[in-house]
């Protein structure tokens, strides 16, 4: 118990410490008390996490910055905002490729891939000589190759499948000679569609 109240009292000390945003003639900036140490200059600006970064919009996009202001990274826009993050992990994209980063804005994954899916049960989809084309007012991928990387981001399930999706209770559904098959985390086929029971609420 006394654990766990030094625990809450150490993670309030924190968010005390940490910038606030304000607006100020249309943009936003950051206070700390009353003293603003980020000035006002973004489109839009949201709370600083515990681990001390903020999403913002500046001229260019989303971004992440620091205490100081500074830029940390940009990630991957998705839904009008900065990709959500899944399993400690976000992505973003840098010279037409995608990679990932952590909580603090570290990169963890170096964007080496045409695309990549968000991590779900330790492993992301990633593609090889895919591309974005328009297709009505969304876009979507076509052509290329699909594989699975790991939290480490090491290529643990071959880029050979012509589509793939996300891992949901130890198995992904591909696309193979034309065909949706199943695999475990291991990349290995799986006989028959797994059942996937339905939540009675």
């Known amino acids: 118990m006394r654990t766990a109240v030094v625990f809450l009292f150490v993670r309030l000390a924190a968010a005390q410490s940490l910038p606030v945003p304000f607006e100020q003639d249309g943009h936003w900036g950051y206070k700390l008390g009353r003293k603003v140490v980020i000035e006002p200059r973004f489109v839009m600006a949201e709370r600083f996490s515990h681990e001390g970064i903020a999403a913002v919009v500046d001229e260019q996009g989303w971004a992440y910055i620091g205490r100081s202001g500074q830029l940390v990274i940009r990630p991957l826009a998705v839904d009008n905002g900065p990709d959500y993050f899944q399993e400690g992990l976000a992505r973003f ?97 799986v006989r028959g569609a797994p059942v996937r029971l339905k939540s009675p609420h």
């Open 93 to 189: 994209t840098a010279d037409g490729k995608t990679g990932f980063f952590d909580r603090r804005g570290k990169v963890t994954i170096p964007a080496r891939y045409a695309f990549a899916e968000p991590f779900s049960q330790g492993r992301a989809a990633v593609c090889e000589g895919c591309r974005e084309v328009a297709e009505g007012e969304h876009r979507v991928l076509q052509g290329g190759r699909w594989g699975f990387i790991d939290r480490a981001g090491t290529l643990v399930i071959p880029v050979h499948f012509e589509e793939a999706g996300r891992f949901e209770r130890g198995t992904a559904r591909v696309k193979l000679g034309g065909g949706w098959k199943y695999i475990d985390r291991k990349g290995v086929l």
